[in-house]
């Protein structure tokens, strides 16, 4: 059974940084892209990031660029997201996901349950 | 703001039948995969469909895809109290290098 777990959310100040991982287990985790996506509170989901099978290739939302660095280590079958300079707007549950095919553009066919950052002085 | 757009709220009956539209361009809908997102309140997003219109093992065959052109519909037949949740188009925009989600519909069971 493929399970993603999410951690290190919590409270930041703005301008902060905080670090997010992914444990994944239950498929071959160096076998496929990852995904972080958002969810502000009440609001709709926002996609982050990707990272390919090797980290070679990485992709993120304008409004992250240069701020959130997203990351994995294949031989703990974990991800992260790197997040700097945080700000308010930033608050959301962080989602990591796995993309269903073998190239950025696929399904995000797996979800982990989420983690929480608030941005707040 | 997001590139794809969807109704905000669909309702219909129980057993009744429910389409929700998601309207894009050229450079997402209409040259990309489109899959659709369940999300339950206070629960993680759930794949229903993708590839258009494939549904992953477990779905029922209730939940449906389409595609024509620039535009993606989702169709729920034999509506039920469990449907109720927000659903979410999603795609890859060959512009912006970057996945892109639908603004959302809520479904309500009357």
């Known amino acids: 059974e493929v399970q993603l777990v999410e951690s290190g959310g919590g409270l930041v100040q703005p301008g902060g940084s905080l670090r997010l991982s992914c444990a994944a287990s239950?498929?071959?985790?160096?076998?496929?892209?990852m995904s972080w996506v958002r969810q502000a509170p009440g609001k709709g989901l926002e996609w982050v990031a990707n990272?390919?099978?090797?980290?070679?290739?990485?992709y993120y939302v304008v409004s992250v660029k240069g701020r959130f660095t997203i990351s994995r280590d294949n031989a703990k079958s974990s991800l992260y997201l790197q997040m700097d300079s945080l700000r308010a707007e930033d608050t959301a549950v962080y989602y990591c996901?796995?993309?269903?095919?073998?190239?950025?553009?696929?399904?995000?066919?797996?979800w982990g349950q989420g983690t929480l950052v608030t941005v707040s002085s | 703001q997001s590139v794809l757009t969807q109704p905000p709220s669909v309702s219909a009956a129980p057993g009744q039948k429910v389409t929700i539209s998601c309207s894009g361009s050229?450079?997402?809908?209409?040259?990309?995969?489109v899959s659709w997102y369940q999300q339950l309140p206070g629960t993680a997003p759930k794949l229903l469909i993708c590839?258009?219109?494939k549904r992953p093992s477990g779905i029922p065959d209730r939940f449906s895809g389409s595609k024509s052109g620039t535009s993606a519909t989702l169709g729920i037949t034999g509506l039920q109290t469990g449907d109720e949740a927000d659903y979410y188009c999603?795609?890859?925009?060959?512009?912006?290098?970057?996945?892109?989600f639908g603004t959302g519909t809520k479904v309500t069971v009357l």
């Open positions: 996901a796995r993309v269903g095919v073998s190239a950025a553009i696929g399904e995000l066919d797996h």
């Open positions: 239950g498929f071959t985790f160096s076998s496929y892209w």
């Open positions: 990272i390919k099978q090797d980290g070679s290739e990485k």
């Open positions: 050229s450079s997402n809908i209409g040259n990309n995969y």
């Open positions: 590839d258009n219109n």
């Open positions: 999603g795609t890859w925009d060959s512009s912006l290098s970057a996945y892109v």
